[in-house]
DNA sequence: GCCGTTTTCGGCCCGACTGTTTTCAGTCG
């Protein structure tokens, strides 16, 4: 093997949203440089949410294979292609060297809402270069005194720029989720209210949260907005007009609220999903059918409303299925949605789990009695069966099992089988909380003997395999040396996917949103590894986890490869959290069949190698 | 710079809200 650079994706989404960022601000044909500017960060967007490693197409298909990309032509291509030959874009170097801004600073400001164009009028005023010296010359009030700029921009610039620096201004989807059905599900009951739905990446169930936007239908909006901008969670009223009030929520959050009429509410709420890409991509679909889409409806050319009041209607105008809101990415789905039956996959329900495959207990990190966890499973979710995956030993951090203890831990699984088989009585000890669980426990449900498996830093499992054999099914998961190299973490987790008695790689890369970047790993080689092997990859559920995130899970599925999805629970409630990763799995596409934990038990346990 | 069910040139998604240069550009989702 030569020497050879891993280029990712995001390494050229980057270089061409920063060439953009540029483009904006210095070109001299104002007018055509920001279309010029748009079209590098369409670009930049479109490689970004790429399911397929553009490295590769490069290397099999050249310049052609680029060329195939949507929003890629023959200027943007060759840039690209002399990046992946040189390392480097010339056109971007030359930029580049015309400004003293510190453009690695700069242009994911954007993303915040400070424009490449604010950018520039602070730097040929003030002679701002970096995200310190603007923080600098906003403490100082010079901000205020350019024009165009007040006090009050200074606030909101200097806010963003906090949060910014934070690395939050976004929320996790699972931290936010009771709040936002809470606020939804007063909003509903509000007289006169006909429905209200949030909507937005929240109803796209993406991993983390912006901000929410709420969509409710009703004659009279004042009414609404009146008792949104006082809600006790409000801190801040940032806007209202006639249809639409801003707050400020006391997390930080900002909250939007439109109130439409019954007959656009569909369109409103197909507007408001989301997402941006998907909409402008619906918009152009009208537009060639001489129709008109907007937030009110859609229009024919006499100004007629032939759609609005169900998203249903909106799509069904254009010729379109209904699209579910996790894959409205414009990746795809809206061009299989013009296929009509069967052109969109069917993806996995809400309610196709059947079991949990990682839970935890009191023996080792987990809160309550496995006991305790079975009933909460079978009663509060519905579940068929859960597999008890405490951690081992050398996990000492969480007090892991070792091999008697783990043995010791599968027989007292087997009497809790039995118990629940012959429907014994459950003693005081067994679960604290008696009432009514000795007849609800009994019947078909099935607790599995299970482990989470360390895997040690060259790959091996802190369990020999003869023990594992014994137990029902075999986790394994990294929990130590993150930041090995690429090449090193990926043959690690290949070993462990090799090993005969490893069902699941749990949570593949580690991540954790927001807060930790996943161990660099070949995902490529580990899902070929996986499919050789047939070895399962997890979706972990756990809201700060999402791990396999959903690129990674299309790429699974591409390949063939199983998935489970697993809550990772550590206490009853977190069961709740399935739901995320039901939510991560459809919007990597994946259909029932490809998660193995939507069979009930004894074919799961077939399935599995 | 990209793209084509009006187009290979001449467009480029859309409306609400804000601040104020009181008529429209900037920003947002």
Not at 272 to 277: N, Q, R, V, W, Y
Not at 339 to 361: C, M, T
Request: overall charge negative; hydrophobic content about 35%.
């Amino acid at each position: 093997m030569g020497i050879k650079i891993d280029i990712k994706n995001s390494d050229i989404a980057k270089i061409l949203r920063k060439i953009g960022f540029l483009v904006e601000m210095y070109e001299n044909d104002h007018s055509n440089a920001i279309f010029k500017a748009r079209s590098y960060k369409r670009a930049s967007d479109v490689i970004a949410n790429l399911s397929s490693n553009i490295d590769e197409i490069y290397g099999k298909e050249g310049l052609d294979g680029l060329l195939q990309i949507p929003s890629i032509g023959k200027a943007i291509a060759s840039k690209i292609e002399e990046f992946i030959t040189t390392g480097k874009i010339h056109y971007f170097e030359k930029l580049k060297s015309k400004t003293a801004i510190n453009i690695d600073e700069f242009y994911n400001l954007e993303g915040i809402g400070i424009s490449p164009k604010t950018i520039k009028v602070l730097h040929n005023n003030l002679d701002i270069k970096d995200l310190s010296e603007l923080q600098n010359a906003i403490l100082e009030g010079r901000l205020r005194n350019i024009p165009g700029f007040t006090r009050r921009k200074e606030e909101t610039i200097l806010k963003k720029i906090q949060l910014f620096k934070k690395g939050i201004g976004r929320y996790l989807l699972g931290e936010v989720y009771p709040l936002v059905k809470q606020i939804e599900s007063r909003l509903s009951h509000i007289d006169g209210v006909t429905k209200a739905i949030a909507a937005g990446s929240f109803r796209r169930m993406k991993e983390t949260i912006g901000d929410i936007d709420y969509i409710v239908s009703s004659d009279d909006p004042g009414k609404v907005m009146d008792y949104f901008g006082t809600m006790p969670e409000v801190e801040e009223i940032l806007g209202k007009g006639q249809s639409k009030t801003f707050v400020r929520l006391n997390n930080g959050m900002d909250a939007d609220l439109l109130v439409v009429p019954e007959e656009s509410f569909g369109s409103a709420l197909q507007y408001f999903t989301g997402s941006k890409e998907h909409g402008i991509a619906m918009r152009k679909i009208a537009l060639a059918k001489h129709l008109h889409l907007n937030e009110w409806g859609v229009f024919d050319n006499y100004q007629n409303r032939i759609a609005g009041s169900t998203e249903e209607q909106v799509y069904q105008v254009l010729d379109l299925d209904w699209i579910p809101p996790e894959i409205r990415e414009n990746t795809g789905e809206i061009e299989l949605a013009k296929k009509g039956n069967n052109g969109l996959p069917k993806l996995i329900q809400y309610d196709n789990l059947k079991g949990d495959l990682q839970v935890h207990s009191s023996s080792t990190d987990g809160t309550v009695s496995i006991e305790e966890m079975a009933l909460a499973a079978k009663d509060k979710f519905g579940l068929e069966y859960i597999a008890l995956t405490d951690h081992t030993k050398s996990l000492k951090l969480t007090k892991g099992l070792d091999e008697k203890q783990l043995l010791d831990q599968a027989n007292r699984i087997d009497e809790i089988n039995d118990k629940i088989r012959y429907g014994q009585e459950y003693t005081q000890q067994d679960i604290r909380n008696k009432q009514g669980s000795e007849a609800s426990i009994q019947g078909n449900f099935r607790v599995l003997s299970a482990a989470e498996v360390n895997i040690m830093k060259d790959g091996s499992l802190d369990i020999s395999n003869n023990i594992l054999d014994k137990l029902d099914l075999v986790g394994a998961a990294i929990h130590s040396n993150f930041t090995q190299p690429m090449e090193v973490q990926t043959e690690r987790l290949v070993k462990a996917a090799q090993n005969p008695s490893v069902d699941i790689i749990f949570h593949p890369t580690g991540r954790l949103i927001n807060k930790r970047e996943g161990y660099c790993v070949d995902i490529g080689k580990l899902v070929e590894a996986a499919k050789d092997t047939d070895t399962v990859l997890e979706i972990d559920s756990y809201y700060d986890r999402l791990d396999l995130k959903d690129e990674y899970v299309k790429t699974a599925i591409q390949n063939n490869v199983k998935l489970v999805i697993d809550s990772d629970a550590h206490h009853p409630v977190h069961f709740a959290f399935l739901k995320f990763g039901i939510a991560q799995a459809r919007r990597g596409w994946a259909e029932k069949p490809d998660v193995l934990n939507t069979l009930p038990v004894d074919t799961l346990l077939e399935s599995l190698k």
